[in-house]
């Protein structure tokens, strides 16, 4: 599968079209970027770690009857996925507080959740991709009540496969977000599965093991990446 026009450029992705108007080739970058792309920078194979990682973990969603756009991995840095037409909602999943949830609400960094909190924002980079509810997401015509409930019910699944997955490597989900998109009449779970998109506390000491390494120049950041890689492919 060849790549053809560039269909998009994203701040971690580039998409290609292909010979097949239904599918498309996602090429992962090394660039980093943090607080809305307020702050930018690279992170060495980058690209390579999170290709890896995303396609390991949409073939476990997959196999848990989570259907994804993965088709399959082309290179380091290539997937070849199902065209989508991405639903403009970020979908995030919390289980232990941090980031955003702290600062908002004043949840103590660390506490974790009787039950995960599933959060809706708008996917628009002008705008800082704002918290929402179900009736913002419907007056502006991004998503309708029942494709939002399929959003929540499909992201609780996520959730419940990969934190036994990451805790079964001695990681903690902390939270993440994921992205879904409609193909020939179903909703897909697309983008990636990262550190760029998750936060991952060693289960042990609680060290970060993500892209808040890279947020707050806490250094470290390749070989945090690279452990994931390693725990998640279960690599020697």
């Not at 290179?75 to 289980?95: F, G, Q, W």
């Not at 779970?189 to 550190?195: C, R």
Request: aromatic letters at 8%.
């Amino acid at each position: 599968m060849k790549k053809m026009k560039q269909l998009y450029e994203g701040k971690a992705k580039r998409v290609f079209l292909t010979e097949e108007s239904s599918l498309v080739i996602q090429e992962f970058k090394d660039d980093a970027t943090a607080f809305n792309n307020k702050k930018k920078g690279t992170i060495a194979e980058k690209g390579v770690v999170n290709n890896a990682i995303s396609c390991k973990l949409f073939t476990l969603l997959e196999e848990h009857g989570i259907h994804t756009h993965l088709v399959e991995k082309l290179s380091d840095r290539d997937m070849l996925c199902r065209h989508l037409d991405i639903i403009k909602v970020e979908v995030v999943v919390r289980n232990i507080a941090a980031g955003s949830l702290v600062k908002r609400y004043g949840f103590a960094e660390g506490t974790v959740l009787e039950n995960p909190i599933v959060e809706f924002y708008l996917k628009d980079d002008d705008l800082d991709d704002p918290l929402m509810n179900e009736s913002h997401a419907v007056a502006l015509g991004v998503a309708t009540l029942e494709e939002l409930a399929i959003l929540k019910n499909r992201a609780e699944a996520v959730n419940a496969v990969l934190k036994q997955f990451f805790a079964d490597r001695k990681l903690k989900l902390v939270d993440f977000k994921l992205e879904f998109g409609r193909h020939d009449g179903e909703i897909l779970l697309g983008d990636e599965i990262s550190p760029d998109t998750c936060r991952f506390w060693d289960l042990e000491t609680n060290e970060k093991m993500d892209k808040d390494r890279f947020r707050f120049d806490l250094g470290g950041v390749e070989d945090a990446y690279s452990e994931v890689q390693r725990r998640v492919l279960e690599l020697d």
